[in-house]
């Protein structure tokens, strides 16, 4: 199985901040890496595929990066309906697996 | 439009069998995966596994194989996530997802979730 480690487990930052969340897996996923963002009450909603890629309708604020083992989810300004929690997930090979969640409040 | 309508709310004894399902629209069914992901109360998402409806290939994560059975039926575009012996730990919220067209196996679209409640 791939471990995921994602931090931190909860942040808070003020409106217009930037915000930046990790995700480091225990072997190399190449850019098998999405995020996805679960509001209270809601379903997931996909905002980052394959490490880097922005789902269509997701606001530009939102980016990702990385390959191999570590990635990261930047908010680079931050607004106050992006209070949520995020996870990423890792779908290399046909094991999937979600990190733990990191849970971002809005000063 | 795609959408992935869920059943709705089940309560059940444990040691009950219970199989609830995700009926797929707005798109060709068939050639795409559906996972399902569990979420115990006030806690994160966990990938339970996932099925092609297209030849019924079934994959699981080890934590939950054996204990459910994932399957589609191509003929009223659902799939199903099933348990022959349910337990008090398998009260949560079940969604199910469609892996887009990506290719890097992001669910792009989510079913509004089944809510299992299992108590004597």
């Known amino acids: 199985d791939i471990q995921m480690t994602q931090s931190p487990s909860s942040l808070s930052a003020s409106v217009g901040d930037r915000v930046s969340i990790t995700c480091r897996t225990s072997q190399s996923i190449n850019t098998y890496l999405n995020w996805y963002q679960q509001k209270p009450g809601k379903a997931p909603k996909l905002l980052i595929y394959a490490a880097s890629n922005l789902q269509s309708g997701v606001p530009s604020r939102f980016s990702g990066s990385g390959s191999g083992t570590d990635f990261t989810l930047t908010i680079s300004s931050l607004q106050p309906e992006d209070s949520a929690i995020y996870y990423c997930q890792q779908t290399y090979g046909m094991s999937y697996s979600f990190g733990q969640g990191t849970k971002l409040e809005i000063k | 439009e795609v959408q992935l309508v869920q059943s709705g709310v089940e309560v059940k004894k444990p040691g009950e069998s219970l199989k609830i399902s995700c009926k797929g629209s707005?798109?060709?069914?068939?050639?795409?995966?559906i996972g399902w992901v569990r979420q115990m109360p006030g806690k994160g998402l966990e990938w339970m596994g996932m099925v092609y409806p297209g030849d019924s290939d079934a994959r699981y994560s080890p934590s939950f194989q054996g204990h459910v059975t994932i399957s589609a039926d191509n003929s009223i575009t659902t799939a199903y996530l099933q348990w022959d012996s349910l337990k008090a730990s398998d009260s949560a919220m079940y969604y199910c997802a469609r892996d887009g067209d990506s290719g890097s196996g992001s669910y792009d679209y989510w079913g509004q979730g089944t809510l299992v409640t299992v108590s004597s």
């Open positions: 707005g798109y060709s069914f068939t050639t795409y995966w």
